[in-house]
T-cell receptor
Framework: GEDVEQSLFLSVREGDSSVINCTYT??????LYWYKQEPGAGLQLLTY?????DMKQDQRLTVLLNKKDKHLSLRIADTQTGDSAIYFC???????????FGKGTSLLVTP | KAGVTQTPRYLIKTRGQQVTLSCSPI?????VSWYQQTPGQGLQFLFE???????NKGNFPGRFSGRQFSNSRSEMNVSTLELGDSALYLC?????????????FGPGTRLTVT
């Protein structure tokens, strides 16, 4: 499919908020996801949002969706060093069971 | 519940050989998807199986194939391996009803082709 776009790198200080942005491609995507990948590991499902929602909050995570601009963001409040990882944005396509991923944003949290 | 398991975790093969990777989904999940992750191309969808039938397919050559068994376990096979097939192969499972949109990934199989 077409490219889901993410910035490649983000560095924040411990305790600050992190905001990772994503532009997706398919306006008919039903679900939009955020996954986390730590070195040498698989993907961990962090959260997702239905396309008919504008915002979803889940503990320290806030997802914002702007359907008009096809823009998705993930805000991590009170970022910790353990949050350092690669974060992938993904959109569902073709009946929802196939995911189209961005290239990932590498988040570095410094003390 | 146990998570998605993949075997083997690491594999080294030679060009021209074939390889079979295995994925056991979360108990009760009937959909299994496979993805290839490389530094250059990122994560790319290979195929998805549900109730032993391939339901979706990505844009990969016919050397990549898969199947699903009646217990929902899935295998993928790559024939005539090329150097470019070196990648992390991830499988994901999801439920057939309820929260069917939640896909859970295994730890992956790291394939190195020499």
């Amino acid at each position: 499919g077409e490219d889901v776009e993410q910035s490649l790198f983000l560095s924040v200080r411990e305790g600050d908020s992190s905001v990772i942005n994503c532009t997706y491609t398919d306006s008919s995507s039903t679900y939009l996801y955020w996954y986390k990948q730590e070195p040498g590991a698989g993907l961990q499902l962090l959260t997702y949002i239905f396309s008919n929602m504008d915002m979803k909050q889940d503990q320290r995570l806030t997802v914002l969706l702007n359907k008009k601009d096809k823009h998705l963001s993930l805000r991590i409040a009170d970022t910790q060093t353990g949050d350092s990882a690669i974060y992938f944005c993904a959109e569902s396509w073709n009946s929802g069971y196939a995911l189209n991923f961005g290239k990932g944003t590498s988040l570095l949290v410094t003390p | 519940k146990a998570g998605v398991t993949q075997t083997p975790r690491y594999l080294i093969k030679t060009r021209g050989q074939q390889v079979t990777l295995s994925c056991s989904p979360i108990s009760g999940h009937r959909s299994v998807s496979w993805y290839q992750q490389t530094p250059g191309q990122g994560l790319q969808f290979l195929f998805e199986y549900f109730s032993e039938t391939q339901r979706n397919k990505g844009n990969f050559p016919g050397r990549f194939s898969g199947r699903q068994f009646s217990n929902s376990r899935s295998e993928m096979n790559v024939s005539t391996l090329e150097l470019g097939d070196s990648a992390l192969y991830l499988c994901a499972s999801s439920a057939s009803s309820g929260r069917a949109w939640e896909q859970y990934f295994g730890p992956g199989t790291r394939l190195t082709v020499t």
